[in-house]
């Protein structure tokens, strides 16, 4: 599939009988193409050999698209859902016979030297011919909306031809950045939208707490609950974002295995290379929390987020185990019958 994609053809030998003698020869098969294949999965991780000739489309897991799909499952036995699907038939028949009307013309673009793209990553490289793939597409579907025209080769043959215009770059430009952009960075498309949302959730926090986003943490449970996402999922993408340092793990001394923090703060956005971290010195301790200094918000001075039962939803923040302490005794202990028994005894205990 991937030669048949970047080759055009595919070629390869194959020993068989020959129908006449009997005796074992070696034939080439070729299959040629140009081919378009669309395919769909479950996985996350793609082959990347594969991935990086193919546009990737991600499927909107939100819970509004989830929202609307119940919405619309709901119309399907209503009479206007029947009206719908009449009409979607006549629209996918409209669609089928304007592609007909499509002619092979060839697409030149007369400022193609002036085109500019990311070159920061060998990946850019395959990506950039998407792009101008892409470009070609769209003049292509707006044949019939631009003058054809012609030239004659060195051949003596007519070559008809349309040029790519402004307003095609733009749509080119549009689409890319829902396409090719996701696949330009380090992040697969559902991982970014897991540091997106854990982002969003981690300043909401920060400013109930009143505190800078270094010290703040959250745990796994968190994400699941940002998410939507169960276990195994939100487990992945968290230790992804880890191995690349938008997030960096902490041992945990409340009871739980660790702690996270975000080192993300919405760079790149913009399409420029960054490095995390770079940027306004972080504040010193003392002022971090109002009255508090030092440990994490909630030991002290109550603040939402704070200590929890180890039952219940957690919305995010601090959960500690809940322990009782008893008094301690004269002696250190905690008056155990034990240790009363020693100290009347006049025992020692190291």
């Known amino acids: 599939m991937k030669l048949l994609l970047s080759e055009g053809e595919l070629s390869i030998l194959s ?3 020959d129908p006449v003698t009997g005796e074992l020869v070696t034939k080439p098969y070729k299959v040629k193409g140009p081919v378009m294949i ?6 996350i991780e793609l082959d990347p050999e594969l991935e990086n000739r193919c546009l990737i489309l991600v499927v909107d897991e939100g819970r509004e698209q989830t929202r609307a799909i119940h919405q619309m499952q709901r119309m399907a036995l209503t009479a206007e859902g029947s009206r719908a699907r009449r009409k979607r038939e006549a629209v996918k028949e409209l669609h089928r016979n304007m592609q007909r009307l499509l002619r092979p013309l060839e697409v030149r673009a007369p400022f193609a030297h002036r085109l ?5 990553a060998t990946r850019t490289r395959r990506d950039h011919a998407k792009y101008l793939t892409l470009l070609q597409a769209i003049a292509l579907l707006h044949q019939h909306q631009r003058p054809i025209k012609r030239e004659k080769s060195e051949e003596g043959d007519v070559v008809e031809y349309i040029e790519v215009t402004k307003e095609d770059l733009a749509i080119a430009k549009e689409l890319a950045g829902e396409v090719l952009g996701r696949r330009l960075d380090d992040l697969a498309p559902m991982t970014h939208r897991v540091l997106e949302t854990l982002l969003a959730n981690v300043k909401q926090r920060c400013e109930e707490l009143h505190v800078v986003q270094e010290d703040y943490r959250f745990h796994l449970r968190d994400v699941r609950a940002w998410t939507g996402l169960g276990h195994s999922q939100a487990h992945m993408h968290l ?3 880890v191995k690349l340092e938008y997030v960096l793990m902490h041992r945990s001394s409340r009871g739980l295995a660790y702690d996270f923090e975000l080192l993300y703060r919405g760079e790149g956005r913009d399409g420029r290379r960054f490095l995390l971290g770079v940027g306004a010195a972080a504040a010193g301790k003392e002022g971090r929390y109002p009255g508090f200094s030092g440990g994490y918000p909630g030991l002290q001075r109550g603040y939402p987020g704070g200590i929890r039962p180890q039952s219940g939803p957690n919305p ?3 959960r500690t185990p809940s322990i009782e302490l008893a008094p301690l005794g004269a002696n250190g202990s905690n008056g155990s019958g034990r240790d009363r028994a020693e100290n009347e005894k006049g025992g020692r205990r190291r």
């Open 116 to 120: 500019t793209f990311p070159d920061h």
């Open 15 to 17: 020993t068989g009988k």
């Open 316 to 318: 995010g923040g601090i």
């Open 239 to 241: 230790d992804r974002l």
């Open 38 to 43: 669309f395919t769909t999965t479950t996985r």
